[in-house]
Nanobody, 125 residues
């Protein structure tokens, strides 16, 4: 069975940094795309960044470009990180990682069939 475990959230001040981790297990090949989504209270879940395990390509949404970086652990290829720098108040949300059996990455929510539990990120002033 495919399983995803997300962790690393917490409370941080504006301008600070956090690194989220997503451990993905159960896939049998590298044709896997992993993405991070977030959902703030009263808002729809939105895509933040995505990663294609087959070729290492990445994409970040405009709202986080230059501040957030998605990457994989070179030693443990089943772990995908979201490094979040220069955090803003509007980055506060529950962050979810998701995976799909495809070599193509997207940040379209409905493209992902496997989801981890969320991890709360709270940015305070």
């Amino acid at each position: 069975d495919v399983q995803l475990q997300a962790f690393g959230g917490g409370l941080v001040q504006t301008g600070g940094s956090l690194r989220l981790s997503c451990v993905v297990s159960g896939f049998t090949d590298d044709h896997v795309a992993v993405a991070w989504f977030r959902q703030a209270p009263g808002k729809e879940r939105e895509g933040v960044a995505c990663f294609a395990r087959s070729d290492g390509s990445t994409y970040s949404a405009d709202s986080v470009k230059g501040r957030f970086t998605i990457s994989k652990d070179n030693a443990a290829k089943n772990t995908v990180y979201l490094q979040m720098n220069n955090l803003k108040l509007e980055d506060s949300a529950v962050y979810y990682c998701a995976a799909r059996s495809s070599p193509f990455m997207t940040i379209i929510l409905t493209d992902y069939e496997h989801w981890g539990q969320g991890t709360q990120v709270t940015v305070s002033s």
